[in-house]
């Protein structure tokens, strides 16, 4: 079995539109039998990351200074095949999600090597994790709007030697709801995140045309500059 560790790092939680987008992926993702872990960034209540020392791999290997709710998600990501980021876009990302990408370091083998002219670690031998998905909704009209918080997930996956299987990007996200509820276009994409889901368990990625059909705009940009007034 698959097993998945989900982390929502939007203040709302379930309410918010980053929940309204992660529902449909993780049900996918269960669809084809995962095991599925659902953490709430903002309940976790991590404290910041103070590694000057690298206390974590060097004084107690693979043991954060800290005992807080961060154990609980390790013990969670050791086990786990798949962690699942989901945020919504803060200048690049909400800080109780940065001190959580921060902590992360001591699941990271301090035994560092040059790969494709860059310094790497690893995980740890006792850590399982082999893919990391964003999952990001933002308000402004483009795309490109993610790219800085997705940047930020990707070097943390390749620093840790983890794959990146890419970014499920929805922008301008307020469009895929009406005053009465989720709009027709807005359960297309729904639908089409949910099937994302299912071509990462059965193919290991994701297809271009799924990215696509998530991403793509429900109005012109002249009708977003005529908003924005």
Partial sequence: MVRVVAINASPRKDQGHTGMILKPFLEGMKDKGAEVDLFYASELKVKPCSCGHLY?????PGECIYQDSMTKLYSAAKN????VVASPVYSPM???LQNII???VALLDPVLE???GRTRAKLRADVQLEKVVLVSGSG???RENVNLLAHVIKEFS????ITYAGTIARPHIYAMRTSEGISPEGEKVLLAIRQAAVELMENGEFSQEILDAISRPLFSREV???YLG
């Fill in 224 to 226: 977003y500059e005529e």
């Fill in 158 to 161: 390749e620093n840790a030697s």
């Fill in 56 to 60: 974590c791999w060097h004084k107690s």
């Fill in 102 to 104: 921060n902590r992360f």
């Fill in 80 to 83: 786990a095949q798949i962690l």
């Fill in 114 to 116: 040059f790969r494709n």
């Fill in 140 to 142: 402004w009209w483009e």
């Fill in 94 to 96: 909400p800080g109780d």
